[in-house]
DNA sequence: CCGTATCCGTTGGGATACTG
DNA sequence: CAGTATCCCAACGGATACGG
């Protein structure tokens, strides 16, 4: 049964994950160890717009889950990587996703099943 | 890492579960044991409109994770049940909500650390 | 290379009023 | 009771161009 702090834990679940985009790029982001590159990152995510990206990696950014590491040698460079809470969101995420495969052929029926029934 | 499958399945969640309302919506109808009217749930989730509910509502009907039974007996009611496959997302949301909480406050803090680094 | 700025069509979602 | 219909505004997000 859902309390009250539950509610505001779904807020928050929400305000961070629930978006078109931050859960491919958390996803991209720990291909390569927790630490990707702006244009290795937008390049990895295939149909993400540079502003879309840069406006998630912020949000991500001001809430901790990924930091921002400049290096100004020589050619710029920046590097995003998740931070230790954002790593400990991968198990709870990665059992979604686990769900979601398991599941998609029966949403994909379900989803046929509710189509032709409105066309009778 | 991930594979071309689990963008398919981040996808197919974001499909799923990434808006406003569907988290808290799926937590009420759960609080009572998975079935739950119309009025009652709207009354039971904070600040949500009858537009945002029916529409939310239909989705989660159309994937499959919710049932709609209507009773004509007499007075209309209409019972949303949460069905076998919305179950078996409760497992995996729980782990996610209780992360939520157990993070809720390292969130704040990063929040709040980020403003007043702006603000310097 | 790493973004920000701008434009702009599309969608989300609240308020309100109305129907079976 | 259980919605649908309409209005309307704010936010999302893609495309493109520009700047450090």
Chains 1, 2 share one sequence.
């Not at 990696?57 to 920046?78: D, H």
């Not at 400990?88 to 029926?109: F, G, R």
């Amino acid at each position: 049964m859902a309390t009250e702090q539950d509610f505001a834990a779904m807020r928050l679940l929400v305000d961070l994950l629930a978006d078109k985009w931050t859960l491919p790029i958390l996803g991209a982001l720990c291909e390569n160890g927790g630490r990707q590159r702006f244009n290795a990152l937008k390049r990895g995510i295939a149909g993400i717009s540079q502003k879309s990206l840069a406006s998630c990696l912020k949000r991500l950014e001001f809430n901790g889950l990924i930091e921002r590491i400049v290096a100004t040698k020589g050619q710029l460079s920046v590097e995003y990587r998740v931070t230790a809470i954002g790593h400990s969101l991968e198990l709870p995420i990665n059992a979604l996703i686990l769900w979601s495969n398991q599941n998609i052929d029966v949403i994909m029926a379900a989803r046929e099943a509710s189509r032709s029934a409105t066309l009778t």
